[in-house]
């Protein structure tokens, strides 16, 4: 038996910590961005899957003995500091090479802000993301257990709960992906595309130096 009397907070509490943006939200909406409704939803999917290998971990327990061995957390760690800095350095690629082609003599007429991704990057990016964060996974950890209620079942109940923090993802990454597609327009100008790439290169650079600080 599960029990469905915690789901009312558990949903509430969840969506403090979907609406916080994350390094796989700025990174779903670049490539929704840069690369319309299509690339968006494969990030987004990209995102489930993470989280979804991650709710397995925490539902089979090895999740739990992973986090008992801090060389394990290190290697993750390292692991997803690496991952941010890649995707820091793709950005800002695509900024220096939108930079080099508005310099050019022909100016911004020549110019043309196509994505600079191949296809299935959007989601492999983003499925490396999430599975390579060890604060997922702590989270994970430290959360979902809270919300075991009064179920017999401690693997059913954390299945509930994984699927309901799924369904929650989806419900707000949807309208994000069809927002930021929308704008598309707007961030294919040249200018507005270097722009956009500049900063999301120095939020994911960011987002590598708080988690070497934090870890």
């Known amino acids: 038996m599960v029990d469905f009397t915690v789901l009312a907070g558990f949903v509430a509490a969840s969506l403090v910590i979907i609406l916080s943006p994350g390094a796989d939200t700025f990174l779903l909406l670049r490539y929704a961005i840069r690369g319309g409704r299509a690339a968006g939803f494969s990030a987004m999917f990209g995102i489930l899957a993470g989280l979804s290998l991650i709710s397995l971990l925490l539902i089979s327990g090895v999740g739990l003995l992973v986090s008992q061995y801090p060389l394990a957390l290190d290697v993750l760690t390292l ?5 941010l800095l890649v995707l820091a350095l793709m950005s800002a690629r695509a900024a220096v090479r939108l930079l080099q082609a508005l310099s050019e003599p022909e100016g911004p007429a020549t ?3 196509t994505p600079s ?3 299935g990057e959007p989601f492999r990016m983003s499925l490396i993301t999430n599975v390579t964060n ?6 994970y950890l430290a959360f979902f257990p809270q919300f075991l209620g009064i179920a017999n079942s401690v693997v059913w109940q954390l299945t509930l709960l994984s699927v309901a923090f799924l369904v929650v993802t989806v419900l707000w990454l949807v309208p994000l992906v069809f927002a930021a597609s929308a ?5 294919s100008r040249p200018r507005v595309a270097i722009a956009m790439e500049f900063s999301v290169a120095a939020v994911f650079l960011l987002l590598a130096i708080l988690l070497a600080i934090t870890a």
Do not use: D, N, T
């Not at 060890?134 to 989270?139: E, M, Q, S, W």
């Not at 704008?183 to 961030?187: E, G, K, L, Y």
């Open 79 to 83: 692991a997803g500091i690496g991952v």
């Open 111 to 113: 110019v043309e802000v």
């Open 117 to 119: 991704f191949r296809a």
């Open 134 to 139: 060890p604060k997922v996974l702590i989270f």
């Open 183 to 187: 704008a598309s327009a707007f961030f």
